[in-house]
């Protein structure tokens, strides 16, 4: 089976978010370089495929798993680099719970696909801490 390959940086957001809501770990971990580095919680960081996979298996696996939507994005392209900054929210069926602005780099490989190096889910309010 060939991997599926995000053709633009907002195409590769919503392909997590489609991952994250159906639950489908190894959709959601294709979608990060090996390298990686995700901020779980404000202090918290995993980086590498082994501790993103370990931060998503305890995420995905809560019983009460709420919903992400982007719902507004914007991208700022520089070559093989992107600036994805976002306002997302999480959702209990449609009650919003939280809402977040966050920032991720992404970066465009060989196979013209996109995968993100930074997450960071939780933007500014990492200034906040």
């Given amino acids: ?3 599926t390959i995000s053709r633009t940086p ?5 392909r997590v978010d489609r991952a994250f ?3 489908e770990l190894e959709e959601l971990l294709a979608c990060y370089e090996s390298n990686a580095t995700m901020v779980v919680k404000p202090g918290i960081l995993a980086t590498g ?3 993103i996979r370990a931060a998503f298996t305890g995420i995905l696996a809560a019983p009460d798993r709420p919903d992400v939507r982007h719902e507004k994005f914007n991208v700022i392209e520089a070559g093989e680099i992107a600036l994805f900054s976002s ?3 999480l959702y209990a069926g449609e009650k919003a719970l939280l809402t977040r602005y966050a920032t ?5 490989h060989a196979d013209h696909g996109w995968r993100i190096l930074i997450d960071n889910a939780h ?3 990492l ?3």
């Fill in 1 to 3: 089976m060939q991997a």
């Fill in 10 to 14: 907002g195409e590769l957001l919503l």
């Fill in 21 to 23: 809501r159906e639950g």
């Fill in 49 to 51: 495929a082994v501790a």
């Fill in 87 to 89: 306002r997302w929210t």
């Fill in 104 to 108: 991720s780099v992404l970066r465009r």
């Fill in 123 to 125: 933007g500014p309010s």
């Fill in 127 to 129: 200034l906040l801490g």
